[in-house]
């Protein structure tokens, strides 16, 4: 029985403007698991996003639970998530945050060098990655000399440096065009399946649904429709 990457149990966050208060998840129970890629759709103010944050510890619940390989996220401290953050889970954002003065290469080792990870350990990683995602010749260029989707591609390989459980996107196909966040979507796939990873996508975008094992619909803070894609 393959246990899932993470999950969460009767999940729900409250925010609160003034005194009016603001259901934003009504208690979303959902599991997503190793090697499968997964979309999460809804309209603007659904609870996608939210639910993403939460997920990626970037928020704490109202209420309800978290599990990430097994472990209770909703009674760690700050310094457990924060470590957790740097070893389990990894995100790629619409904008890529690459830092402009390293080239690909330096930009996918940074996270190995930061957890202290040897040097030989580090350069066989980065290669590998640069191959998973398709950038062994452009290894020596910095972000500016990179397409937008050249830069997104060494973002995802940057995210799964330190082979976390769980990759989080945050609508990583929205400022490229259709070709182009094609082949993003697809180095995504490739990452959940050679790696191993629950890879989970936010997006409006119906052509990434296409290519997700499953797509999920999320409105007023409920999920309210699962399908899953042959082949």
């Known amino acids: 029985m393959v246990l899932p990457a993470v999950e969460t149990v009767n999940l729900k966050k409250t925010y609160y403007l ?3 208060r603001v259901p934003a998840l009504r208690g979303v129970s959902v599991k ?9 759709m809804g309209p603007s103010g659904s609870g996608k996003t939210t639910l993403l944050n939460l997920m990626g510890t970037f928020d704490r619940p109202t209420s309800g639970k978290i599990y990430l390989d097994g472990q209770d996220l909703t009674r760690m401290s700050e310094g457990e998530l ?11 954002f619409q904008f890529y945050n690459l830092i402009p003065v390293l080239t690909a290469y330096e930009n996918l080792e940074l996270p190995m060098l930061i957890a202290g990870k040897p040097k030989e350990e580090r350069r066989s990683r980065t290669e590998e990655l640069l191959r998973l995602v398709g950038l062994s010749q452009r290894a020596h ?3 500016d000399e990179l397409s937008g989707g050249e830069q997104q ?5 940057r995210a799964l440096a330190n082979r976390p459980s769980l990759l989080l996107a945050d609508e990583p196909t929205g400022d490229l065009d259709t070709k182009t966040g094609r082949e993003v979507v697809e180095v995504l796939r490739r990452a959940a399946k050679e790696e191993g990873v629950a890879v989970i996508v936010v997006t409006h975008d119906p052509k990434v649904a296409e290519r997700a094992d499953r797509v999920l619909e999320i409105r007023d803070g ?3 429709g699962e399908r899953r894609n042959r082949g």
């Open 141 to 143: 260029h910095r972000p």
């Open 18 to 20: 003034g005194k009016v």
């Open 153 to 157: 591609r060494v973002a995802i390989g």
């Open 82 to 92: 924060t470590r957790l953050r740097r070893e389990k889970i990894g995100f790629v």
């Open 222 to 224: 409920r999920i309210v």
């Open 32 to 40: 997503f698991f190793p090697g499968e890629m997964a979309v999460i």
